[in-house]
């Protein structure tokens, strides 16, 4: 039997103490996430002007095939086509993205919410992120922060506050995006 789970602890010692052999991945590298999302163009016949466009899809993923295959690269030959084009230009990535509004380190609009509540609000409890974003704490902890922490542009206090890093700051002040 094999099993997957990103939450390995959510499941019964006895169950996690009989397998034999667990693996733990790590999130794709950039270069990874090109190679993978190439391989899935060139599959379908989706041709692309360069290799950038690859690269900003791949950018744009949070290191997750999933993103970078069924949402960038999906909408970017969506907007293609809507165009009457069957390549995908820089122009047509740029669009997609534009309509998703994903920005250069692939943050969403609630990502980037996070981040305008935080800088007005340096630093922050879980609790007060919660009742600003209108989301349980939990969502906040699995699906917001984690990337954030990865990314550097959040780190967390001695009390669990949150605290947005220089990394962070900058990325809210320079960004294209209204933030909320």
Known sequence: MVLATTHEYLLQEALRDRMRIQ?????????????????RADALGWHYESDEILQMV???????????????????WEVAVSHDRNVITLADAQEAFHHLQIDELGLEGIDRHYLGILARSDPASLGALSAKLGLPPQTIQRVIEPYLIRQDLVTKGKSSERILTDKGRRHVETTAWPVQ
């Open 23 to 39: 693996c733990r991945f790590d999130y794709y590298s950039v270069q990874d996430l090109v190679e993978i999302v190439r391989q």
């Open 58 to 76: 791949a950018q744009r993923a949070k290191a997750t095939p999933r993103q970078a295959l069924h949402r960038n690269l999906q909408t970017c």
